[in-house]
């Protein structure tokens, strides 16, 4: 499974913000995507995942209200509209997957390359 994600950039605090990312795979079927951060010096964190099957969202508790994600099963990808941020949600952003190969329920996990969120006050 391959993720390829776009977006971020520097924003005043109070922007918004759009990530992208695009999974790409022929051998497994994408059970998840989301999104998580990891901010210098802090461990990585989930910031909002979607389910594939029935849409089910999970948002940390620090994104709830701000952040919306979604997704289009058909092209296989996921989209976080970020509103109302802040220097805090400073960090670099990674597209993750949850994916089982065909035929087979272990889930496996899939991270894309980072992208930088800056968030100036």
């Known amino acids: 499974v391959q993720l390829q994600a776009s977006g971020g950039g520097l924003v005043q605090a109070g922007g918004s913000l759009r990530l992208s990312c695009a999974a790409s795979?022929?051998?497994?079927?994408?059970?998840?995507l989301g999104w998580y951060r990891q901010a210098p010096g802090k461990e990585r964190e989930l910031v909002a995942e979607i389910s594939s099957d029935d849409g089910a969202t999970k948002y940390a508790e620090s994104a709830e209200g701000r952040f919306t994600i979604s997704r289009d099963n058909a092209k296989n990808t996921v989209n976080l509209q970020m509103h109302n941020l802040k220097p805090e949600d400073t960090a670099v952003y990674y597209c993750?997957?949850?994916?089982?190969?065909?035929?087979?329920?272990?889930?496996?996990?899939?991270w894309g390359q980072g992208t930088q969120v800056t968030v100036s006050s």
């Open positions: 993750h997957a949850r994916a089982t190969r065909w035929g087979r329920s272990y889930q496996n996990r899939y």
């Open positions: 795979t022929i051998t497994h079927k994408i059970v998840n």
